[in-house]
């Protein structure tokens, strides 16, 4: 040993001494600051589930967000509520009842608002239009006029079924709409019975085929009011949207789909499967180290004693984040995980060699005291270069990983001192002679790593074949920034999410810019429109329409073509035999032979009608209440008409309006109260692949550098994110080495701890590759965290093999010692906690699992085949 280590080992022995002979007052003082500790952390350690507040508020982006925020504070934090309905008159209508309800739970909801929607837009939405849609609108609905306005005079089904079998006896197939008005009357036979039946959408037929699509999605964005010092902060307005909807009838049976999203909502889902996750995986850790240890040490009290250390130690982590950080994030919640992976390696180093000494006949507080004088150094180096691992994103912007790093850093020094307190107490109280010891080595020997340790050129060629490969692939290692897809597939409001980005109009992902006033607003916008990444830039002033005196005597055309002079025709109810007729001529007709033989739309959709009427003439025929069945067929086709036709005469009546015009709700959205103006930036592309948001965020920033918003903050997250993952792995490799040059003042032996290290590193970046697994914000801590246990492995082998000389065989290897028996369990337990989070539906824990336990791997392996190789060579050109 150095002189340090023998000073170190020498104290640590004096002070396990000192435990040893009052173990039940040691035992008990700990279990009373470990009470203190749990109602401590139980009662003011919480969880902020905001993601935004990951990164530091000092990071330029962050700098930008809150500033626009603090502009328009109603746009922060929105959940938006997507309804999707059979028909667009549905989801409009699901759309503005549901806003409605929510507008009057105030105490929940500081601002419902619905995009494009409301009767400003409905009167004026056609000024929107450019003048040539507007003509090709006015030649469709000339060609439906007709059946409109026969339809407006007399709206029955007989009627209906008599026009279109007219209609096609004149025009033939040749009219676009013909498939559009046969699967309309098909699927009201079939709605006719059943429970929920939806009412069919003219406005359909009369759009299909112009310059305007109605959709059948509707989207409310809703500004909740949120505390995030709750663990399920958007619980309740998400309860309370969902309540409303079911209220309303707003449900999938009555043909109205409502899902919330918006990063409220995400955070809210993480959360409910992170903790779950976490709480599984924290179970199945202990219950799998506690495996592992008996399988080690063959002790139930050894075990036992461990087990409790690693709990203790754990309570009094926890009380430490309680104190110093407050507020558990997305990211530091995983460090209970973390810790139960790192923190039986002090226990098992120390219970190894315990009982490695006991099976060799010494007695029981000898074999302590001989143990903590071998081992402790090591444990102490250990504590320091683990923490250091943790440590080196303190000082990073990343503030989620920064959190952790601090807590579980501090938490290698907690276990470490319960190491050599309380686990000697709870051995001198629970073991002492109680435990029968049979004299065997028990040692640990596996012929491959004694054949790769007595062939060490073999092993190191080997190596260095691996590295160079591994070497090669460190390139094309990447970094996701898509926080979307790390997220439960199977979340409502992680499908939704990937739903609106799959359409560039209702992308989340869009770019806000501030500007100081309108006109500048407006040449930013301006600029924007150039570029080919923007699809539009949108300002308060856009929602003035130009050309608005040509638009309305376009639409006056359009106005007087949906005129029906006279209206509705007074008419005697026809028969059930009556209705009935006009069906069945309109079945016989549809009943050709070369509708079967033709490829057209027009023939498949005329068969699905023939069809389609005769189950329903058939099941009316049979049926003793068939006058309500038919009557019910006339609302699903014909009761919705009179209103929608009403709609659509009222849009081709606008008047000229301007900016002092808008909805207050719109302009507040768009213009702050100190005359600040809102740049609305939508992508060209579909920016749910990472390369065109990124393409489209540097787009948009090139020419605003205050640009902000969802897209922003993800691409610039992600970049300040593998910053910190830089600035971490230079910090920790610098101290790590600089601490042990100090301590050994040797740099080849330095470099034989590091060597494994880093050749574990580059394997496991190489197999990222290899499997398709980037790096994201979850699992960026693996390659610094690897550098600060991984080369724990290498400094308890070298210091064993060069810096203690109490080998009881001269020829025994490395491999064949206790200290490699330790090594290979500890990485075992580690590997059973951290293979846990691979099974988390969360898919960033998942990934982080996936990665610390390919880490792991790869870090065994290189300390227990290439690192004795090394020490090999090193000792035999030394000496």
């Not at 807590?407 to 073991?431: C, K, N, R, S």
């Amino acid at each position: 040993m150095t002189g340090f280590e023998e000073r170190v080992g020498s104290a640590l022995r004096t002070w396990v001494g000192a435990v040893m002979r009052r173990p039940r007052e040691v035992a008990w003082a700990i279990t009373a600051v470990t009470l203190v500790g749990a109602w401590w952390s139980l009662s003011h350690l919480g969880i902020n589930t905001d993601t935004k507040r990951l990164m530091a508020d000092d990071v330029p982006f962050r700098r930008t967000w809150i500033e626009f925020a603090r502009h328009f504070p109603t746009l922060d934090d929105a959940l938006l509520v997507v309804i999707d309905a059979k028909t667009p008159e549905q989801a409009r209508e699901a759309a503005e009842g549901l806003s409605e309800k929510l507008r009057e739970d105030r105490v929940t909801f500081n601002d419902v608002f619905i995009p494009g929607a409301g009767e400003f837009f409905e009167r004026n939405g056609l000024l929107y239009r450019d003048p040539d849609d507007l003509e090709i609108l006015i030649d469709h609905v000339a060609e439906v006029q007709p059946i409109l306005a026969e339809l407006t005079r007399e709206p029955s089904v007989s009627n209906l079924a008599r026009l279109v079998r007219l209609g096609i006896e004149r025009e033939g197939a040749a009219r676009r709409d013909w498939p559009s008005i046969f699967d309309r009357i098909g699927h009201a036979t079939v709605a006719v019975y059943q429970e929920h039946p939806v009412r069919v959408s003219w406005e359909d037929v009369v759009l299909t085929g112009s310059a305007i699509d109605p959709s059948t999605r509707a989207v409310i964005v809703a500004s909740p009011e949120i505390d995030y010092d709750q663990v399920f902060a958007a619980a309740e307005p998400i309860a309370a949207i969902r309540k409303a909807a079911r209220n309303l009838g707003y449900t999938p049976d009555r043909g109205v789909r409502v899902r919330v999203t918006g990063n409220p909502a995400l955070n809210y889902e993480e959360m409910s499967n992170m903790i779950w996750d976490v709480a599984i995986a924290g179970c199945f850790s202990i219950i799998f180290i506690c495996g592992v240890l008996y399988i080690a040490l063959r002790s139930f009290r050894l075990v036992s004693a461990s087990a409790v250390n690693l709990v203790v130690g754990l309570v009094w982590t926890a009380t430490f984040a309680a104190v110093a950080v407050g507020r558990l994030n997305l990211v530091s919640i995983s460090f209970a995980v973390l810790f139960l992976g790192l923190g039986i390696d002090f226990a098992i180093h120390l219970a190894v060699h315990y009982e490695e000494l006991r099976r060799r006949g010494i007695v029981h507080k000898r074999a302590m005291l001989d143990s903590m004088h071998s081992v402790g150094s090591a444990l102490s180096i250990c504590t320091v270069t683990t923490a250091i691992g943790f440590f080196a994103f303190a000082p990073t912007q990343f503030r989620g990983v920064a959190e952790l790093g601090l807590i579980a850093g501090v938490g290698m020094f907690v276990i470490f001192f319960l190491t050599v307190t309380l686990f000697p107490a709870l051995v001198e109280v629970w073991v002492r002679d109680k435990d029968d010891w049979p004299r065997e080595e028990g040692r640990f020997r596996l012929a491959s790593l004694s054949a790769a340790e007595r062939h060490p050129g073999t092993t190191l060629a080997i190596a260095a074949v691996l590295a160079i490969g591994s070497v090669a692939l460190l390139p094309r290692v990447t970094f996701h920034s898509d926080i979307v897809k790390m997220r439960p597939r199977h979340a409502e409001s992680v499908q939704t999410f990937e739903d609106l980005l799959e359409r560039p109009h209702t992308t989340p992902w869009q770019v806000d810019v501030l500007a100081p006033d309108l006109e500048t607003a407006a040449t930013v916008a301006a600029e924007l429109r150039a570029l080919p990444e923007v699809e539009r830039a949108i300002t308060l002033t856009d929602y003035v329409p130009a050309d608005q005196e040509e638009k309305i005597e376009i639409l006056e055309d359009l106005a007087m073509m949906l005129e029906v002079p006279g209206g509705p025709l007074e008419r005697e109810p026809l028969s059930v035999e009556e209705q009935v007729q006009a069906l069945r001529e309109l079945h016989d007709w549809l009943d050709r032979d070369w509708l079967e033989t033709s490829p057209s739309p027009f023939a498949a959709s005329a068969l699905r009608l023939r069809d389609r009427l005769a189950e329903f003439l058939a099941r009316v025929e049979a049926d003793p209440q068939a006058d309500e069945a038919l009557a019910s067929l006339e609302e699903i086709l014909l009761g919705g008409l009179p209103r929608q036709l009403e709609k659509l005469r009222a849009a081709t009546r606008p008047e000229p309006f301007g900016l002092e015009d808008l909805p207050e709700r719109l302009r507040n959205r768009m213009l702050a109260e100190d005359g600040s103006a809102r740049v609305q930036v939508f992508p060209a592309e579909n920016v749910s692949e990472e390369e065109a948001l990124q393409r489209f965020v540097d787009a948009v920033t090139s020419v605003a550098d205050n640009a902000t918003g969802l897209a922003t903050h993800i691409v610039e997250f992600s970049r300040a994110t593998a910053r910190s993952l830089r600035d971490a792995l230079m910090i920790s490799l610098g101290l790590v080495t600089l601490l042990l040059y100090l301590l050994w003042r040797r740099a080849a032996e330095v470099g034989l701890a590091l060597a494994p290290l880093l050749l574990s590193a580059a394997l496991a970046c190489a197999a990222m590759v290899l499997i398709g697994q980037p790096f994201n914000f979850s699992n960026v801590i693996v390659i610094p965290l690897l550098l600060g246990i991984g080369v724990d492995s290498g400094i308890h082998l070298v210091h064993r093999s060069l810096h203690r000389h109490d080998h009881t065989e001269p020829d025994q290897g490395l491999t064949g010692t206790h200290t490699a028996r330790a090594v290979f369990y500890s990485a075992v337990t580690t590997v059973t906690s951290f293979g846990s989070l691979s099974f988390s539906s969360h898919r960033g824990v998942a990934s982080l699992g996936v990665l610390l336990v390919l880490g792991m791997i790869f870090a065994l392996a290189c300390n227990l085949l290439v690192l004795p190789a090394l020490l090999r060579v090193y000792k035999s050109r030394r000496s």
